[in-house]
């Protein structure tokens, strides 16, 4: 008899010291309460029928009754091509080793497909424990109805760490792209949401819901848009888990457990959540959307087109009036003398190299740079004495660096944020990057081809502004072939340079920007606001060299200024959140580049930075405040000294106590405050000088603001943001406004590089009043 002892444990014999196997026939939705011990192991015997045509969800819950079990109750459920284990108690882990019991688990069956049209299937449940005393359980098996998420249907159903759910969806005829929304009214506790493909095992806990497809976590909003070629069954499974812990979710951190295997209690953390799946955009939207973009920025090549051939027939017909009513024709013959001898001369002379360095045109002691510089009221004419082919081949340096700069940042940046697309789509990991993913329109491996696409208008706008810049370069150097006086002695000086450095900046910023919305987040943030910085710096160098063409800065140190502020940009991404000691020298560091700022603008650059400085300040104090009461000399240079320190010092006092999270757009606000305060100085000074505002000017001008007022309207709205956890951000996500297409932010790209290449168009024409005047006419402020 012992030899068949092996044989017969499945016929309840305990000769052998084995276990005694009970198999009864169960029924579904009906409650079992029984015991189970280590002498006794209880096999649950359930039969369904499988559809071909309809997949029908089956969960066991299981509920343990006894108190304190030595060990825990092995639940095994074996189907035809699955099976699914479990344990009671269920113990999950948290952070730091942390674990969670639960006595209560409920698990949803995977169910394979089936090829037969209807097909009967048993499945098993084995109870068993090693516990010597019973351990006393409740075990239900129950039908799902609703396991088959419908189109457009919104179901809501209730989870916890322990009972996990899970749903089907069918790609309906016609439908190759859906988006899958998850919701809930209370942030916590967090969960995530996961999108799996249709095999078993199904990854439905804490600790492996990652393990494969797509997933996310939430508070209260999760969104994934997914794609029938992604599925070759086209279907799919909606996993919902609740998480032990809402770290993740940007929620308390739950204490330290006092002993290393001290098992804390979860609490309530039962959550209610709905799910609905819709189907998203077709192709026809997408290119809907293309074409949209597409002409919206073309319209802008033609209405400069427009404009540039009516200012051409004006002009064209203004200098015909001048040389009938004034010039003779031996005049004339003689200008064009004049005029082809001096090009012949500039020609001749341009054969030779020369630096800005090579000798001083300020050579005699009426024109001493002391003298000329630190006059009480200069006139553009003091500050326009070098060579003009000097200072053209010293701001065509800005062009080239730039462009340079460009070559080397842009080309890393663009291998980085194809690495990251390649892990988001490997990994299934959604958190890595902060889409607005209610408005998250994939097209390839790209996951937001809709926040990629508009930033096209600032490649487009950059590059037609560098196409007016030429434009009007070559009508300026044929004017100098001529040799009008009014090219050479009147207006402000023509030097194109640092126009061509702003429109090659601003495509670049489509670019990077465009390379930033890849994959969003709080490491790749810098690129999309570097060549911001470097637009701000552009615009401010610009406006300075209007009236100082002479004495403005070379390529080189504007260059190496800028990289010193993107140097800092990623110093306080990296190690700005929360630390006093780095804002504190920032703030020293912005205070004082403000001061030596401010002393380079009042004395035009006549003073050194050297170990008299300190006796040459107590002298100026002595002589200016002590001895005598007076005024400073420069009071509207004073004036604007003034504000610019007031605005710094603010923002540095700001930076100081609120120790704002985003450094990168703190240090913009920074750049941007400044531009728009020496503009609003310029603006005044000029009309304050008994100068006026062209029309085209006043119209680019109101253009531009209006524009940008809406810009940041949509900007603000805030649809993401990497301040805070993937999942709080979601929280903002919002559905698009715009040809179902493009959301609030791709708004924000269309306004706002409008509103720069309007910004720009301002510069280059508001001092067009001043063509026909005489430089040493027009004041330096």
């Not at 068993?128 to 419908?150: C, I, K, N, P, W």
């Not at 309906?172 to 493909?197: A, E, H, L, R, Y």
């Amino acid at each position: 008899m012992l030899r068949f002892c092996p044989v017969l444990l499945v016929l309840m014999l305990p000769a052998c010291g084995a276990s005694v196997v009970i198999q009864r026939d169960a029924q579904f939705d009906v409650t079992y309460d029984d015991t189970v011990t280590s002498d006794n192991q209880t096999i649950y015997s359930y039969n369904h029928t499988v559809s071909r045509n309809k997949t029908e969800g089956v969960r066991v819950s299981v509920e343990l009754l006894s108190e304190s079990a030595q060990s825990p109750v092995l639940f095994v459920v074996r189907q035809k091509q699955a099976v699914l284990s479990f344990q009671v108690p269920l113990i999950l882990r948290g952070l730091y080793q942390r674990k969670y019991q639960y006595t209560q688990v409920g698990r949803t069956l995977c169910q394979p497909p089936t090829k037969a049209l209807a097909e009967t299937q048993f499945f098993y449940l084995d109870v068993s424990t090693l516990s010597s005393a019973g351990v006393h359980y409740q075990l239900r098996v129950s039908r799902v109805d609703s396991f088959t998420l419908q189109t457009d249907k919104k179901f809501s159903f209730n989870a916890t760490p322990s009972q996990p759910q899970f749903f089907k969806y069918m790609f309906p005829d016609g439908v190759d792209t859906v988006i899958v929304k998850v919701n809930s009214q209370k942030n916590f506790p967090c969960s995530v949401m996961s999108i799996q493909d249709i095999q078993c095992p199904v990854y439905d806990l804490d600790n492996n819901v990652a393990f494969i497809g797509m997933y996310q976590t939430m508070t209260t909003t999760a969104a994934i848009t997914v794609q029938r070629k992604d599925f070759p069954s086209n279907s799919f499974y909606v996993v919902v888990v609740v998480k032990t812990e809402d770290e993740a979710c940007g929620g308390p951190l739950r204490f330290y457990p006092l002993l290393p295997d001290q098992l804390l209690d979860p609490g309530n953390r039962s959550k209610t959540l709905d799910v609905i799946v819709s189907p998203a955009i077709n192709s026809e939207v997408y290119v809907m959307g293309m074409l949209f973009c597409l002409g919206i920025f073309m319209s802008f090549y033609l209405l400069t087109f427009l404009v540039a051939c009516v200012e051409n027939k004006r002009m064209n017909r203004k200098r015909e009036g001048l040389l009938n009513a004034d010039t003779s024709p031996a005049e004339t013959a003689s200008l064009l003398d004049r005029s082809l001898e001096s090009v012949a001369r500039s020609r001749q002379e341009s054969l030779s190299s020369v630096e800005e360095d090579d000798y001083d045109t300020l050579v005699d002691i009426d024109s001493d740079k002391n003298i000329v510089r630190t006059k009480k009221f200069l006139c553009v004419s003091d500050l326009a004495r070098k060579d003009k082919r000097i200072l053209s081949k010293k701001y065509q340096i800005y062009f080239w660096n730039i462009a340079t700069i460009a070559v080397f940042y842009a080309l890393p940046v663009i291998q980085l944020v194809i690495t990251y697309q390649t892990v988001v789509n490997v990994t299934g990991n959604q958190d890595i990057c902060y889409y607005n993913f209610l408005c998250a329109h994939p097209l390839g491996a790209l996951s937001s081809f809709n926040n990629i696409l508009s930033n096209l208008g600032y490649v487009l706008l950059g590059l037609l502004f560098l196409l007016i810049i030429l434009q009007r370069d070559i009508l300026h150097n044929r004017a100098l072939e001529r040799n009008e006086s009014t090219a050479v002695e009147c207006g402000i000086p023509k030097h194109f340079g640092l126009y061509y450095a702003m429109g090659t900046a601003l495509m670049m910023e489509g670019l990077l920007s465009a390379c930033y919305h890849v994959c969003p987040n709080y490491t790749n943030f810098q690129f999309d606001t570097s060549f911001m910085y470097m637009i701000a710096g552009l615009c401010m160098l610009k406006l300075y060299q209007k009236r100082h063409p002479d004495i403005n800065a070379s390529a080189y140190s504007a260059y190496a200024c800028l990289a010193a502020v993107i140097f800092f940009s990623v110093l306080g991404v990296v190690f700005g959140k929360g630390n006093t000691a780095f804002w504190i020298v920032f703030s020293v560091i912005h205070i004082l580049a403000t001061l030596l700022l401010s002393t380079q603008l009042y004395y035009m650059g006549r003073w050194r930075l050297n170990s008299g400085i300190l006796r040459r300040m107590l002298n100026v104090i002595y002589t200016d405040c002590i001895r005598q009461c007076s005024g400073p000399m420069y009071i509207d240079r004073m004036v604007l000294l003034v504000m610019g320190n007031i605005v710094n010092w603010s923002l540095a006092a700001y930076g100081l106590i609120k120790r704002p999270n985003d450094f990168a757009s703190y240090l913009l606000a920074i750049a941007i405050c400044n531009l728009l305060l020496y503009f609003t100085f310029y603006i005044i000074m000029k009309l304050r000088s008994g100068e006026r505002i062209q029309c085209l000017a006043l119209v680019c001008i109101l253009f531009t603001a209006v524009v940008w007022g809406f810009a940041l309207f949509f900007f603000l709205q805030g649809l993401s943001t990497w301040q805070k956890t993937p999942a709080e951000s979601r929280e903002h996500n919002r559905e698009c406004i715009l040809l179902s297409f493009f959301d609030d932010h791709d708004i924000w790209h269309f306004l706002s590089s409008i509103a720069m290449f309007g910004s720009f168009l301002v510069l280059l024409t508001m001092d067009d009043d001043l063509d026909t005047v005489q430089r040493d006419k027009i004041y330096v402020f």
